[in-house]
């Protein structure tokens, strides 16, 4: 009885990670470039019953009763990196990246670009969020404050709002002078990338991830003007919160009936004799 009542506890936990998830996606619909996270599910190892003190049996029948199922568990929470849809917003300081082709990799999931960022702490991490500010300094960043970073490596000064930006990255200001080009990079596997908040990505794989600028397998374009959308389906996200919620209130029935059946044991049968 025990045994059951673990798994459906199980299962309701698993349920209610796959709901804070969904939640967390649902809360993202309108943030640009935000990538929604999709949940795996997966049983425990499932226990062998066999009978016991089966000494006296004749010789060849089995003791084996069967399997016993043990819960599920949420395994793992993987981003998906499909491409947003464009909304046009006609401000300079927003830039979408556009994707184009993408050669194969051995894993057999799709590559994804991204911008290059710097951290409070100076560290290198990613974004696909292309709402873009100015701060102080004239200095191009993320609404967070972020550093935007060139093909060099060094923080992109533009001055004021009055730059333009080609489809390859290459930034002028009001005077037509080039002052830099934005740095797009290529993860053949977006897996090795871990959300940190703020539509950071941190890279986890060895090394650094290699710019696509001069890669003839990869096409890609900028947009400036134009913002990624979210790419969360609201609509599908809310059929699978509902799911979620009724699987919880399944396992939650089945945990109080294991409940039920105990406090008889407890109070009634223990009064017996």
Do not use: C, W
Not at 102 to 109: C, L
Not at 176 to 192: E, F, H, K, R, T
Not at 258 to 270: F, H, L, P, W
């Amino acid at each position: 009885m025990l045994r059951g009542m673990y798994g459906a506890a199980a299962g309701m936990i698993a349920q209610q990670q796959r709901q804070e998830m969904l939640t967390n996606n649902l809360a993202n619909a309108n943030t640009p470039g935000f990538k929604a996270d999709q949940a795996s599910l997966r049983a425990f190892p499932n226990m062998l019953i066999k009978a016991m003190n089966t000494q006296s049996l004749p010789k060849g029948q089995a003791p084996t009763i069967g399997e016993l199922t043990t819960g599920v568990y949420l395994q793992e929470r993987m981003p998906n990196f499909r491409q947003g849809d464009l909304m046009e917003t006609s401000n300079n300081t927003d830039i979408a990246l556009l994707q184009g082709v993408m050669p194969q990799t051995e894993s057999g999931r799709p590559g994804a670009l991204f911008y290059t960022v710097e951290n409070e702490n100076g560290d290198l991490r990613f974004s696909r969020n292309g709402n873009f500010t100015i701060d102080g300094a004239g200095f191009l960043t993320t609404t967070e404050g972020h550093y935007m970073l060139g093909t060099n490596g060094d923080r992109i000064q533009v001055g004021n709002e009055q730059f333009k930006v080609n489809e390859a990255g290459f930034i002028t200001n009001d005077t037509g002078v080039q002052m830099a080009q934005l740095n797009v990079v290529y993860a053949d596997d977006p897996m090795q990338l871990v959300k940190e908040g703020n539509g950071l990505l941190r890279f986890e794989g060895e090394g650094n991830l290699p710019t696509a600028i001069g890669n003839g397998a990869i096409s890609y374009q900028l947009q400036q003007g134009f913002l990624e959308r979210s790419n969360v389906d609201a609509s599908q996200t809310m059929t699978e919160m509902m799911n979620a919620y009724r699987s919880f209130e399944a396992n939650q029935k089945i945990l109080q009936a294991y409940d039920q059946s105990m406090e008889k044991a407890v109070n009634e049968i223990g009064r017996i004799g």
